[in-house]
């Protein structure tokens, strides 16, 4: 069982900076591959980025890439989301979520970290 904790949220300028956090509770963080992903007012949660429970590897949804970066510190037990450029069509709950391995459905999710990016 993983708890997941999101924060870093708030109201950033387009064109600013974000860092989302999401610490994981327990003692096996290495062994989930991590994610995140949104959902806006009105529309579906989407998936945002990924990264790799072993060689932490990356993975972004095409809108995101090359402005928002995905990391984690297996001591810390703790994923990133630096968001960069920041544009009004970010503006969303992010929920940070875990899977055991790297394939198959995120089964653990956090509560969620309101980001509005006004123009």
């Known amino acids: 069982q993983v708890q997941l904790v999101e924060s870093g949220g708030g109201l950033v300028q387009a064109g600013g900076s974000l860092r989302l956090s999401c610490i994981a509770s327990?003692?096996?963080?290495?062994?989930?591959?991590m994610g995140w992903f949104r959902q806006a007012s009105g529309k579906e949660r989407e998936f945002v980025a990924g990264?790799?429970?072993?060689?932490?590897?990356?993975y972004y949804v095409g809108s995101v890439k090359g402005r928002f970066t995905i990391s984690r510190d297996n001591a810390k037990n703790t994923v990133y989301l630096q968001m960069n450029s920041l544009k009004p069509e970010d503006t969303a709950v992010y929920y940070c979520?875990?899977?055991?391995?790297?394939?198959?459905?995120?089964?653990?999710w956090g509560q969620g970290t309101q980001v509005t990016v006004s123009s």
């Open positions: 327990g003692r096996t963080f290495s062994t989930y591959g």
């Open positions: 990264i790799n429970k072993s060689d932490s590897s990356t």
């Open positions: 979520a875990a899977r055991y391995g790297n394939y198959g459905n995120f089964d653990y």
